[in-house]
């Protein structure tokens, strides 16, 4: 079954850029999406189709992607950032679709 | 608002099932997408799979294809999940999700339900 690998956990400083990856085989034929979770609450969508960003969330959050890995960055983190977030895609026949083991960041 | 709401936390016996529901609210549910998605304390989201607005088409995870059936009443704006035969490894929050426009970007989320399978 297609597998999306993450980062257990990525660390930065207030103010800081964090980036956070995510490989799949699939990814250069197919979007990347990314979701914040917070502890003991819902996801939210924080970027879509690898770099748009839904209305409400910060310009601080930006995507891309290139080959078999998409990139989530989050310049000047900030303490409230403090999340998992999960990348999330399909395999190449478009149907299956799976999420990322999650990547806990931590700003302080 | 677009909102939705899921049914209440349930606790079940292996082996029986259980059938958890997501009413929406302030957009066309039946030109939406709506997917479940399932998570065990501590560890990473798991997909189940969706269903399509418009057809109806359903499309699951292997790992539950046997064993999940996903469906919804456009009447009511309702979508349901249930999962058979449950064992002490469904343990998980679920949550329902859904995509207004059909674009994959599932950006509005249910609040969760605990579903406890315990003996």
Same mark, same amino acid.
């Given at each position: 079954s297609y597998e999306l690998t993450q980062p257990p956990s990525v660390s930065v400083s207030p103010g800081q850029t964090a980036r956070i990856t995510c490989s799949g085989d699939a990814l250069p034929k197919k979007y990347a999406y990314w979701y914040q979770q917070k502890s003991g609450q819902a996801p939210v969508l924080v970027i879509y189709e690898d770099s748009k960003r839904p209305s409400g969330i910060p310009e601080r959050f930006s995507g891309s992607s290139s080959g078999t890995m998409a990139t989530l960055s989050i310049s000047? /983190?900030?303490?409230?950032?403090?999340a998992d977030y999960f990348c999330y895609s399909t395999d190449s026949s478009g149907t299956h679709w799976v999420f990322g083991g999650g990547t806990k960041l931590t700003v302080l | 608002q677009m909102q939705l709401v899921q049914s209440g936390p349930e606790v079940k016996k292996p082996g029986t099932s259980v059938k958890v529901s997501c009413k929406a609210s302030g957009f066309t549910f039946s030109s939406s997408a709506i997917q479940w998605v399932r998570q065990a304390r501590g560890q990473r989201l798991e997909w189940i799979g969706w269903i399509v607005g418009g057809s109806g088409d359903t499309y699951y995870a292997q790992n539950f294809q046997e064993r999940v059936t996903i469906n919804w009443d456009v009447s009511t704006s309702t979508a349901y999940m249930e999962v058979f035969s449950l064992r002490s490894e469904d343990t998980a929050v679920y949550y329902c999700a859904a995509d207004p426009y059909i674009t994959? /970007?599932?950006d509005i989320w249910g609040q969760g339900t605990l579903v406890t399978v315990s003996s």
């Open positions: 000047g /983190a900030q303490v409230e950032d403090e | 994959y /970007a599932f």
